[in-house]
Structures are given as C-alpha cells and as structure tokens.
C-alpha cells in the first residue's frame, strides 16, 4: 500500500534491508530473512531485532524508498506483505513517474514531485474506500472530486451525500448540485456563465420546513439567522429532507449539548457517518422509541416477516427487528400488533422445516414453555445464526453473572428487609427509628398499607373485580409478561384504568423494567448504601421536596413513605450523576412507590428518565421543550381551526408543560392522573401527545374566544379539575369564592364533569392515526429549533453580561460572539480533535470556577486565539512570527483564571482596549505584555502560568469563617457568596491602583521591537520610526541616569551587590517619553475601524483556517 512519505537517513541501517530491484530514483527492498529458513542465523537475527526494534517491519517485510541522487536520505513511499503486491506499486512508479522524473534539473524538485503524487495517490484511495461504500461508487467519487474543488474545505469535511436541484434566487431558478456533508451544507452551479456557490454550517440552521408557493410545488426551505433560501425540484424530495434534518440535528446535537444530550457513538465520529449509516440509525431511533428499549441498544437485523398471532389464528404480517437483547416484531399498521422478547428469557431459536403453508419457519421458545413462530424470512440462515450468537453470549454474561452473585453471598451476610411499617407518632426512640427508615428496602407497594379515602370510594370497590376478571381473560387469550401481544383490544382495557392489585405488575411488564431488575439483583440494595449518607446539590434538593411529593396522601403524611421516595431518589441521583434530580422527578417517584414495590419503583424511574422521556431531565429540560414544539406543530395539524383562531400557539405550549413533565399528575385529580400513567406506561409519550390535543379539542370553542394567556389557563385548569374517573366520579365541589368568580366571569362557563376513560377513548379514536415515526420525524427538526432558541438566548445573556464593562457597539459585539462562536466551531469540525474535547471537557467540568455557565459556554485555547488574533488585531507586525510571539504573551495575559483558556469577556475587553480606550490605556496594555507573566524566559515555550488573583477570604461552607476587617463573623452561606464578591472587587480596585512592575533592559529592548514591527506600512512610516529612535534614546538615558543613582551606594561599598547591573524604568516614564512626540501620539490616538476589521474577518475566517488546517494534516 501506498505511505505517507517518511524519511529514513540510512537506507541499510545494520544491514536488515536486501535490495532487490533499483533504479536512479527509487529503491525496491525486501527484509533480510524473510522467506528463508526459519533456523538461519540471519533470519533470527532480524526477526529478534524487529521484535525489539522495528515492529510494523514484521508486517510489511517489502517496501519501496523514494532516493535523491547523491544524497544520504531517502524516504518510504510504499510497502507490502507479498511481493506481488509491492511490484505492483513498482510497476506502477517505473511507468507513469520514472520517464517524467528525468526532466527535472534540480533533484530535490523531482523528489517532491514524487511526494506529491503519492500522497495524491493516497487521498485517491481514501475516496475509493468511501465510494465503495456508496450505492454508486463512480458517481460519488466524481462528486466528492467536485465538491472538494468547488469549495476548498479540508478533506475532513466528509460528504454524506449530494443531490441535483435548484436553488431560488428571488424568482429565479439556479439548476447545480446540493452537497451534504457532516458540518455544512453547500450548492454550487454553474449556467450562462454565472457561478453560485453557498456554504452553509448546519451551526447556523435555525428552521427546516417543507414549503408550498405559486412558484414552487414543493420545496425545502432552509433558515439561517441572516436569511432564508428554498431548494426544489428534487428527484427524491422525501429523502434528502430527512437526511438534512438528520444531519442538522446530529451536528447541533455534537456541537451545542454534547454533554446533556445522549448522541450514538458512531455519530460522535464524524468520519464514520454515511448515507447508509444515517438510514439505519432513523430506523434505530424509531425501533428505540417504538418499543421504548434503553438508549444503548444497538440495531442488527430488519426482516420483513409474518408472525403466529393464536388469539386471531393467522399469521400477522409485519416487521422483525433484532437488537442486542430483543427480537421486536410490529405490524404493518403500527399499533395494531406489537410483540416484545427479551433475549434473556428466549431458551432457543431454532429453523423449523420449510413447506409452501409456512416458507421458511423460525421457532422462538422461551422459558417459560411458550413458543412464537415466524414465517417468510429471508435469509433466514444467517439471521438465525446471528441471533443464535448474540443469545449464547447473553447466556454466557448471565451465567457468570450469576457465579460471582453466589460466591459474594457466601461470604456476605445477606441484607436485611423490613416488609412492616411505623407509625406517624414520634417516641424516644426517633433518631433510630429514622436511620432504620432511611436504610430499610421496602418489600411491598405503600398502596398496600395506605389507602387514601375517595369520595364515592364504596362504588369503586365493585369495578376492582371485574377489571381483574377481565384482564385474567386476556392474559388467556393473549399472554402475561413483556412478550404478551398487545394490540388495540389490551388499549381498551388500558384506557379503562387498570386495578390496583395488577398496576406494578402490568407497569413493569409495559416499560419492561422487570428485564432490568432481573439482571441486576442486589443493584439497588447496593445504591442505597452507598448513596445513603452523602451530601450534595441533588440531595439538598431532594430534602427539600421530599415532604412536597402528593402531601395529600397518607403514604407521604408517614415516615415510612418519606423515606422510601428518599431512597429511591438518592439512589437514582447516584445512579446517574448527569441528571442527578430534577423538579417533578419526585411526583412522578411517589406515584410508582404507590403501586410497585421499592425497588421495583426504582427501575420504573430508571425507564421513564432514561427511555420512555430521554433528554426530559437534563440541566435544560431539552427533551421536554422538544416535544412542546412537537405539540404546537401537531396542533396546527390536528386542530387547525384552533390554531387559525389563536396564532400564537405558545401559550396554550406552556400550559402545556406540565403535562408532559409530570404526565398530568400535577393537574388531574390524582385517580384520574393514574389512568394516564397506565396509558403512558403501554404507549409511551403517544398517548400524552393524544390526550393533550383531546383536551385541548373538547376546550376549542372557548379557547378560541380567549382574549389573554390567562384566560386560557384558567379554562384548561378548570377542565381538568372537573375531570373524574370511575373510581371517583363525584369530583369535590370548588369553594364558594371559586363559585362566585366562575358566576360572575361570563367568559367562563363552569365546566361539566368529564370522566377520564370517556376522554382517553376520544383521544385514541380521534388521533389514532398519530404514530411515533411521526412523532420521531418532528422531534428530528423541532430539536434544531429549540437548541438554537436555546443558543439565542445564551447569546443575549453573554451580550448582556459583557457590554456594560465594554464601549464596542452592539452591532459589533454581537458579531465578535459570532467570530468567537464560529472559531470555537472550525476546530470542532477539522482541528486536533484530541486537543479540542480537551478544552471543551475543561470549559464544562470546571463548574466551580468562578465562571457563570454563559461565561463557560464557549472558551478559546491558545491556538484557536491565535487565529483570532491575527483577523483582529489593530496593528499589523513586521513578520508573522512576531505576530506569534505577542499573541502567544496576549493570550497568558488574558488567561487570568489558570485554566488556560479565554472568556468571550476577556476577549472583548482586550479588544476594547486596542479599539476603544485612550492612549494612556493602549500604552498600558503593550508595557503588560512585556513584563512577566506575558513575557516569559523563553519565547518558544510561552508559560502557561498566569498572575495570582485570589480573595484574602476563601469560602467555608459549615466552617469557621475568618474575622473581616470590621471584625463580623459571616455564617450565613448567602453572606459568605456576597463577601467573597465583595473582596474580589476590591482586590480588583487595588491591582488597578497599584502601580505596575518595572521593565527591565531586556524587556525595553523587546518593547521597542513591537513598536517598530507596529509601524511597518504606515503612510507615516519614516516619521515614526525617526520619533520612536527618538524615545527610545531619551528612555536609554533615563534608565541609565537611575541606574547610576542606584548604584552608587553599591560602590562605595565592597561591590558585592553590584553584580545586576540591568537597569529599570517604569510605565510611567515610558508613557511621558512617547508623548513628547507628536507621530507617536497620532499614531495612537487615531481610530481603528473596527467594524471594518469584523467584516474582513467574516470573510477570510474560514478560508484562512481551513487552509491551514489542510496545511498541517499535509505536514503531519
């Protein structure tokens, strides 16, 4: 294969190369030994010598050298595992370079002639490989030839995938190609004569839609911040839609949250990410949310195929998709029939004999003596055999899963459980009963010993009995565990209210978390002893909500109850440190302790936070605001005549909220709330998307005539305040006042009872046709909007927070955050990637730092400021690697907090500086930058050090804090946070005042040296070069009439102080000297167009680092 050319210095270092064939140029070798026989000296020899020495040379036992003639140094252009396959690349060298080689005069030219075409050679295989991995490989390795030379990206920038369309030019139509890649967007055409070219980051996407006008029939409409642009005409319009809002989605995903939102491994690599790749992974997520299976399932096989269906006796048809620890089959119409098989509980898959009533049969028996049938697999062989494997290693994991558990149990003493309960009362003996609460793993549902008492509760006891009978005669008919059929009939029964005695069982057959609790026994047991004890934010909150979680019930008014929901929180809280606890994460807890035993509860938790509602706690509640903007948009679907009648969609959104982050439990009576659970828990996020436009749909009339955001609250909360179930059908009447207000506003009707299976029915029969691929498609584009709102607003925070210490307009400042944002991006998509995590893993962990989580959003390391530097700064520089040396002296000035990186607010306040502050100041700022920190010993490794800036009083939390100057003692944790403020503003005031270090003669020199490298092409060029010899002279004097004074007490004694005979000067005696010339104080008085400088950098930004990142990847 073909190297990136490497130099070697001896051709026949001690003698382990034979050459086999050469010529003037190139060298054909082949390793000593290798071929002979194995007892040989030489060949021992060698292969003891490559053992130690040169590892990959046992690989490759052939290679060729590129040679100069009359030089020593040759390189290594190619190598081989067999000889034929190194004559080739020979063959290939002798007649197509060896004849053109001749006519080169200067050897050395014809030598980096060769580097060339092989490196060429090189990236021609590297597009070979990945066309061949397209459907098309011709085609797309022309289009990836034209893509790199149209737009001059870096060969990182991996092409997806390109389609022809046309792109409107206000009315007019552009006919060219539209080229997706990992990070942009790009159309070039070429007609009559006119080029049009666009690049476009998927960064700077904020909307994809699909649009309809009188020009066009249909077509994509691409949002960015600055402009719109519509593309049609596509021959696949449906598809290059999807792989647009897949791609956008990814990168925003990769680029804005990569800590906060789950993102697949294979596409956090970028250079992995294909056509192929992007189409299975759409199928992934919508199997994923289909079935609800953890994020970490992977997807193998999907097979077109019909299963036995006993309770219809046929055969279904439909789709069987194999994941690492599941066979999952669907109907073609979704919803219909669904089936769920934990490979965990699968005792066998086996080929049955194929005859024309059932081609090609599979049998699936499970342990538990039930068997499921498959027919019309294709392929069947191999599919067999993957599931065959995948199953005997999940067999192989249980199994020693299940030696290590018993080998601990031996030795352990088992842990203790409490299946009995405390009273409420308190006794003696309180602190110990408590810590036997905090730690005892309760071994039943709280609903068993606490019973809340329900108005209307005698009736409801006779429909517990037969919902049980019925639900017995479905799991006749239709199986009882995770792999039962569930079809539209067990929605019926679901919608019904499930009783009581059966809610935990069917909510953990439902999520199947009983899969997960059966393959970690001991787990939480496990958690709760470690996390038990442990203080932290997460904790803190959770003591504070903990007595806030259905204060109403009596299994909460218990310490027994208060204490269960303690564990389970803490203990997920410990589980998953990344989302820790979030707000309505303990209604939803107190909910699943009711009806499901502790730690059964515990792994429901894990299901709905981790599965059924990813993305919903994390820090910013991404996931839920996603599905908000879903449900406006399913409502300008489903609803249209709402939505014409009120436009803006996102109040009745907020409203909204918190049906979807408590899943109605904050605002249906509780048995109500309960019913939607049980839908939640058989359909997932469906049915809340399905209920919602039903309430929303039964309110249309009077939300319509709504005139304020109030008013629609009002109506909706009365709605479901009035909505009953079965088992409390007489809803507690409103007080007097609330009957008053509701008489006295006509706007408001009092709202008729409703009971909640009559309104789960209207939803699913109404809006049956919702399904989750859908679902999943909205969430796809709708994410790109919420996460740019989000980068919107943490724009305006950061401007706010940086312009009132700054004189750059706001025009300007907002386009700095976009070349600082824009900089932080390019590394991201084609920089050290290594170095670039580095940072980004720096600017999040380092959350105790000082810094705010807007100052931490974005922060340049040292390289990416360079780049900045040099579009941004005001003065040019005689060469660039002086150019280097100040920014490099710049950058450790700036980096104050240790942490080696720049704040957005240290940058604009350095360019403040440079742009907008006096002479006196501008002065100040270059006399820092040459004496230490910035200037250090040696300019080729800058320090990284920067100066100390601390508070005199350090922060203790529950300790002892040190007496102030006014001799208060501060306690309080408030006031210990305002103090240390405090000290850090007057710490600033004093460095302000305190004058500034002396500059010695070696730092003067280098002053000096910025100052003549600042005036290189300056229409006044010679006058300022004549007024700073002019100062310089002057400060020389001066610093030599001090050094004379000072030393000569120095030698009036022995001379053993005398031996620095450096003399100094200060900031201020440089600043007096530089005003008494004229030149220099225009020079420095004289505005810089900054506005002009931003609009140069937009322009050259990109082209400039993408060349240089090119340059280095070619080098390296």
Same mark, same amino acid.
């Given at each position: ?48 010598? $490559? ?38 690349? +020979?063959? +290939? ?155 956008? $989605? ?172 405390? $009273? ?46 019925? +639900? ?34 069917? +909510? ?403 360019? $403040? ?204």
């Amino acid at each position: 294969m073909w190297l990136n050319p490497e130099e070697v210095l001896l051709k026949n270092a001690l003698k382990l190369w034979v050459t086999a064939r050469s010529n003037d140029f190139f060298l054909l070798q082949k390793r000593r030994g290798h071929g002979e026989h194995a007892n040989k000296i030489t060949g021992l020899l060698v292969g003891a010598l $490559d053992t130690v020495l040169d590892s990959n040379a046992r690989v490759t036992p052939f290679r060729i050298l590129l040679q100069v003639p009359g030089s020593q140094i040759s390189w290594v252009i190619a190598s081989g595992a067999t000889i034929e396959e190194v004559n080739k690349h +020979w063959d +290939w060298l002798v007649h197509n370079l060896l004849q053109s080689l001749s006519v080169f005069e200067n050897k050395e030219d014809a030598a980096s002639f060769v580097k060339g075409k092989v490196k060429g050679l090189i990236a021609e295989e590297v597009r070979g490989r990945q066309a061949a991995q397209e459907e098309d490989p011709e085609k797309f390795r022309e289009a990836l030839l034209k893509f790199e030379l149209h737009f001059g990206l870096p060969s990182s920038e991996k092409l997806v995938t390109y389609y022809s369309c046309c792109c409107w030019k206000g009315r007019v139509p552009r006919q060219g190609f539209l080229y997706l890649s990992v990070n942009h967007m790009a159309f070039y055409s070429f007609l009559l004569g006119k080029e049009v070219k666009l690049v476009i980051p998927w960064a700077e996407v904020t909307r994809l839609e699909r649009v309809s006008t009188a020009l066009m029939t249909e077509a994509i409409r691409v949002t960015t911040r600055k402009r719109q642009r519509e593309f049609s005409m596509f021959l696949n319009l449906d598809e290059a839609f999807g792989v647009m809002g897949q791609l956008a $989605d990814i990168t925003l995903r990769r680029l804005l949250d990569s800590v906060g939102l789950e993102l697949d491994r294979v596409l956090q690599q970028t250079a992995r990410i294909t056509k192929r790749i992007l189409e299975e992974q759409a199928i992934r997520e919508y199997v994923l949310a289909l079935f609800r299976l953890p994020r970490s399932e992977k997807l193998y096989e999907v097979a077109s195929c019909s299963a036995w269906t006993p309770h219809s006796r046929s055969h279904t048809a439909g789709t069987l998709y194999t994941t690492d620890a599941y066979l999952c089959f669907s109907s073609r119409e979704e919803g219909s029939c669904t089936l769920l098989i934990p490979l965990s509980e699968v005792l066998s898959i086996e080929k049955a004999e194929s005859t024309s009533a059932l081609p090609n049969p599979v049998i699936v028996s499970m342990r538990t003596k039930k068997a499921f049938q498959l027919i019309d697999l294709q392929d069947r062989d191999d599919l067999v055999e993957s599931m065959n494997s995948r199953l005997r290693t999940l067999q192989w994991k249980h199994s020693v899963f299940r030696s290590r558990k018993g080998s601990r149990r031996s030795v352990a003493s088992p842990t203790p459980y409490y299946t009995f309960y405390y $009273d409420a009362g308190l006794s003696d003996e309180e602190e110990v009963e408590e810590q036997v609460l905090r730690n005892t793993v309760n071994s039943e549902a709280l609903m068993t010993a606490f019973h809340q008492s329900q108005p209307g509760g005698n009736g409801n006891k006779s429909m517990e009995p037969v919902k049980e009978r019925l +639900w017995e005669d479905h799991f006749t008919e239709f199986g009882r565990g995770v792999h039962m059929f569930r079809t539209e009939k067990i929605q019926k029964l679901v919608a019904m209210g499930i009783p009581e005695s059966l809610r935990g069982e069917l +909510w953990m057959t439902f999520s199947d978390a009983c899969s997960e609790l059966d393959s970690h026994q001991g787990y939480y047991a496990g958690l709760v002893q470690k996390s038990m004890g442990h203080s932290n934010l997460a904790t803190d909150e959770i003591e504070r909500d903990l007595h806030r979680s259905l204060p109403d019930h009596p299994a909460f008014q218990n310490p027994t109850g208060i204490a269960a929901l303690r564990r389970v929180l803490t203990a997920y809280a410990h589980r998953n440190p990344k989302i820790g606890y979030c707000q309505s994460m303990n209604i939803l807890a107190s909910v699943l302790l009711l009806y499901a035993k502790e730690e059964e509860a515990f792994w429901l938790l894990v299901a709905v936070c981790e599965r059924m509602l990813p993305d919903y706690f994390n820090r910013r509640v991404i996931g839920a605001q996603v599905d908000q903007s879903v449900f406006e948009e399913l409502i300008r679907e489903r609803l249209p005549e709402l939505a014409e009648q009120v436009p803006d969609l996102s109040a009745l959104s907020s409203v909204s909220l918190s049906w979807f982050l408590t899943l109605f439990l904050s605002v249906l009576p509780f048995q109500s709330a309960v019913c939607v659970v049980d839908c939640f828990f058989f359909q997932g996020i469906k049915s809340i998307f399905q209920l919602g436009l039903a309430v929303l749909d039964a309110n249309a009339a009077q939300l319509s005539a709504c005139t304020d955001d109030g008013q629609a609250l009002m109506i909706l909360t009365s709605f479901l305040d009035q909505v009953g179930s079965e088992e409390s059908p007489c809803v507690s009447p409103p007080p007097p006042a609330a009957e008053e207000n509701s008489c006295g506003d006509t706007n408001i009707p009092v709202a008729r009872h409703t009971n909640i299976t009559d309104l789960i029915s209207e939803a699913l029969a109404k809006f049956r046709d919702l399904t989750v691929r859908h679902i999943e498609r909205l969430r796809c584009l709708h994410r790109v909007r919420v996460l740019q709102a989000h980068e919107d607003t943490i724009k305006e925070n950061t401007l706010r927070l940086v312009s009132p210490d700054v004189s750059i307009s706001p025009e300007n400042l907002s386009d700095l955050y976009d070349l600082f944002k824009t900089e932080h991006f390019i590394t991201l998509y084609w920089g050290d990637s290594s170095s670039a995590a580095a940072a980004e893993a720096a600017a999040w962990q380092q959350g105790d730092s000082g810094h705010s989580f807007v100052e931490r959003q974005y922060r340049l390391d040292r390289p990416q400021f360079k780049s900045l530097y040099g579009l941004l700064a005001p003065w040019p520089s005689g060469s660039s690697q002086h150019t280097d040396t100040l920014s490099n002296r710049t950058f450790t000035l700036l980096a104050l907090d240790r942490d080696n990186l720049v704040t957005f607010k240290e940058f604009a306040s350095w360019l $403040d500086t440079l742009y907008c502050e006096e002479l006196n100041e501008k002065i100040r700022f270059l006399y820092r930058l040459h004496i230490p920190p910035a200037l250090t010993e040696s300019e080729d490794e800058p320090s990284l050090k920067s100066p100390l800036l601390s508070t005199s009083r350090p922060l203790y939390v529950n300790k002892e804090t040190p007496v102030s100057e006014s001799e208060e003692v501060v306690k309080d944790y408030q006031e210990q946070l305002k103090q240390m403020l405090q000290d850090l503003v007057k710490e600033k005031e004093k460095d302000a005042d305190k004058p500034l270090p002396l500059m010695n003669q070696r730092e003067f020199i280098q002053f000096c040296k910025t100052l003549y490298s600042m005036f290189h092409g300056d229409p006044e060029e010679n006058d300022l070069f004549q007024a700073i010899a002019t100062v310089t002279s002057l400060v020389l004097q001066i610093g030599e009439a001090g050094h004379r004074e000072q030393t000569k007490p120095t030698a009036a004694s022995d001379g053993a102080l005398a031996a620095d005979d450096e003399w100094t000067v200060s900031y201020a005696q440089i600043l007096a000297s530089l005003l008494t010339e004229q030149a220099l104080v225009n020079f420095f008085e004289k505005p810089a167009d900054l506005t002009e400088r931003i609009a140069q950098a937009k322009r050259n930004q990109y082209q400039q680092r993408a060349g240089l990142l090119t340059l280095q990847r070619g080098t390296s």
